[in-house]
């Protein structure tokens, strides 16, 4: 089987380190996908400004291949329980590719381009194929999750100083994502040294913080470009 990207995704997330574990997570976290090489043709849009959500299927292009594991261990279950990899999201699967459900914000025709909200997506990431949401059949409610419905998952409580936004010239309408997407706590599962600073690239900045117990700390916020 052959496949062939169709778009690129362009996000404020600049690296794997930071997605969301789950598209939704961070509804206000912007997007677009926009269509590459032969798919470049506004005619491939027509419709999709008629629905509000849409499935993403894309490449996990930033893993290493590893070769197959049957299990994975999930960060819900705190990186230290394994379960079959069938029965998880884990990116680390037989074939790198993910699925995701976003909300359709505007259609670009003109640049065949589509503008979406609530990805779990890095910049650059390769789209493989997408498909319009169907409420009747996709939407199921009342049903068993596995895992998911015994383990629960508690946000982080982010606090980002007024100084440092404001010192970072950091742009104030990406201000409510970076906190959606700290909240969700980026670090690895195993990771709980309350003093270790974790970096991650956000809209061009880099956004360093710490967490102590429940409580996620910005302490600085640099431009990229003076970091790099």
């Not at 976290?29 to 269509?35: A, K, P, T, V």
């Not at 990899?85 to 381009?113: K, L, Q, T, W, Y």
Request: charged share 25%; proline share 8%.
């Amino acid at each position: 089987m052959s496949i062939e990207p169709i778009a690129v995704f362009r996000s404020p997330l600049g690296d794997k380190f930071g997605v969301p574990r789950q598209s939704g997570l961070a509804p206000s976290l912007d997007g677009r996908i926009e269509l590459t090489g032969r798919f470049r043709n506004p005619d491939a849009l027509r419709g999709m400004e008629g629905f509000d959500y849409i499935w993403l299927l894309w490449s996990f292009d930033r893993n290493p291949d590893n070769g197959f594991s049957p299990t994975v261990r999930p960060p819900r279950l705190g990186g230290n329980e394994r379960i079959g990899v069938f029965a998880s999201r884990s990116p680390f699967r037989p074939n790198g590719i993910g699925i995701s459900s976003v909300r359709v914000e505007s259609v670009d025709f003109e640049h065949c381009a589509i503008n979406v909200t609530g990805a779990d997506l890095a910049d650059g990431t390769p789209i493989i194929d997408i498909k319009p949401y169907i409420e009747y059949t996709d939407a199921h409610t009342g049903i068993r999750n596995g895992f998911v419905d015994t383990n629960e998952w508690t946000d982080l409580r982010v606090s980002i100083s007024e100084d440092i936004l404001e010192s970072s010239a950091f742009p104030a309408d990406k201000v409510q994502s970076l906190k959606e997407i700290l909240a969700l706590d980026p670090r690895p599962a195993y990771h709980g040294n309350p003093a270790k600073v974790y970096g991650m690239d956000f809209a061009g900045f880099d956004i360093k913080f710490k967490v102590n117990g429940n409580n996620l700390t910005v302490v600085a916020i640099f431009p990229i470009k003076q970091t790099r």
